[in-house]
């Protein structure tokens, strides 16, 4: 008997029951429909998340204050007023780090921002003309502040793309008057759309005022340890990529003299965008890998279906495989015939899991969450892992079946 032969009986047998065989699909196609899906939407989330975090510049530097570990306790960066505005101006000195191109410290502060009828709750974010180059912050209509409204302490904003929209819908915001916790502001720019971003708030949804303005008429100016105007945040640009490293050590070492650190941790936290990356993407991956194994468990179930069902099949027709072995067919062609057919009902609903996939990952990438598109990878892996499946599971109830005694198959009711 060849193997078109025992494909074409597997195939009707399992059209003879159809129902029963739907059924016993079901957990392959299950099974395989969400390891496609969930590893296209963690492959979707990871390019999402590099797209990103690259958007805000490859060659920047994020200095924090805080440190992971201070002192023999977990703090997290962030968590101490440890940065100073001085402590940027000392970074932006060329003889103290000259590998560093720029320097725009940051304040945030979640403020009311009012503008006639239309009222929502933001993020101001106080910072200095170079914000716009060391974050790429290209302004769509206006302009970012200049050096000059820094220095005056002038009452300017620029606008997040999804900020002008909520305040302003269609009309135009440049010029326009806005109100920060009261104090009126004069809109003098909007940034284009950037999405999510590392390193402070979502820039979509902020307002930027100069640092000077928002330590002077809105917020105070809040002093780190040691003295000083604190800050949340000190975004540095270095000369190029290949000089980040340099960049670093350099701040590392210049911040540690500055706040008198011999032997303690660190008080700060310096991280650059391909560390925020690998992060980022490395608990991406552990969570894809760890639902999609939560899904593959569907593929085990849908497995033990075949195996229970095979082996109805082999009890059902028992005469037949009498007859069969009667008539000359030998062990390997019993063997042969029941594998195939339980390795078509694996391949069949793995063929159906993979548009099932197919078609869930589609759905995400059409509701412009992110783009989940299909990979071959994840339908190869998947089909074969299903194969592999039917195979094992198929093995048995196939090896039971040849093994049957003629004699006793032939009697049996």
């Known amino acids: 008997m060849n193997i078109i032969e025992s494909v074409r009986l597997a195939w009707r047998g399992l059209a003879a029951n159809k129902l029963r065989a739907l059924l016993t699909m079901l957990g392959i196609v299950i099974g395989v429909g969400a390891v496609i899906a969930l590893l296209s939407i963690g492959q979707g989330a990871q390019s999402a998340i590099t797209e990103q975090i690259q958007g805000i510049g490859s060659n920047i530097i994020f200095v924090l204050p805080g440190s992971l570990t201070q002192g023999g306790a977990s703090f997290g960066a962030g968590t101490l007023a440890s940065l100073t505005l001085e402590d940027a101006e000392a970074i932006a000195n060329p003889i103290n780090c000259p590998d560093v191109l720029a320097v725009a410290p940051q304040i945030n502060r979640t403020a009311q921002v009012i503008y006639r009828a239309s009222n929502t709750t933001s993020t101001v974010v106080g910072t200095t003309p170079e914000f716009a180059m060391v974050r790429q912050a290209v302004a769509s209509d206006g302009s970012f502040f200049s050096a000059q409204e820094y220095l005056s302490v002038a009452r300017v904003a620029v606008l997040g793309a999804q900020l002008s929209k909520d305040l302003f819908d269609q009309e135009s915001p440049i010029g326009q008057t806005i109100r920060i916790n009261r104090v009126p502001f004069r809109v003098i720019g909007v940034l284009e759309e950037r999405g999510g971003g590392g390193g402070g708030p979502t820039p979509d949804s902020s307002v930027f005022v100069p640092l000077t303005t928002a330590g002077a008429r809105l917020f105070g100016s809040a002093t780190a340890r040691g003295g000083g105007q604190a800050v949340a945040l000190i975004n540095v640009s270095a000369l190029s990529e290949a000089r980040i490293d340099a960049a670093v050590d350099q701040i590392v070492e210049l911040l540690r003299s500055r706040h008198r650190i011999e032997y303690q ?40 279906g075949i195996m229970n069902i095979m082996l109805v099949s082999v009890t059902e027709r028992t005469r037949e495989i009498g007859i069969r072995k009667a008539v000359g067919a030998k062990r390997q062609d019993i063997l042969l015939q029941f594998l195939i057919e339980a390795m078509v009902l694996s391949i069949f609903g793995g063929l159906i899991g993979v548009g099932f996939g197919g078609a869930v990952a589609a759905l995400v990438t059409a509701t412009g969450i992110l783009n989940a598109g299909l990979s071959l990878q994840a339908v190869a892996l998947a089909v074969s892992f299903s194969l592999a499946v039917g195979l094992f599971f198929g093995l048995y109830p196939a090896t039971r079946a040849a093994s049957l005694n003629p004699i006793d198959a032939l009697r049996y009711e």
């Open 265 to 304: 941790d660190d008080d700060f936290t310096v991280t650059g965008q391909s560390d925020i990356l690998g992060v980022l993407n490395q608990v991406t991956s552990i969570l894809t890998v760890f639902l999609t194994a939560i899904a593959a468990i569907s593929l085990l179930v849908g497995g033990i």
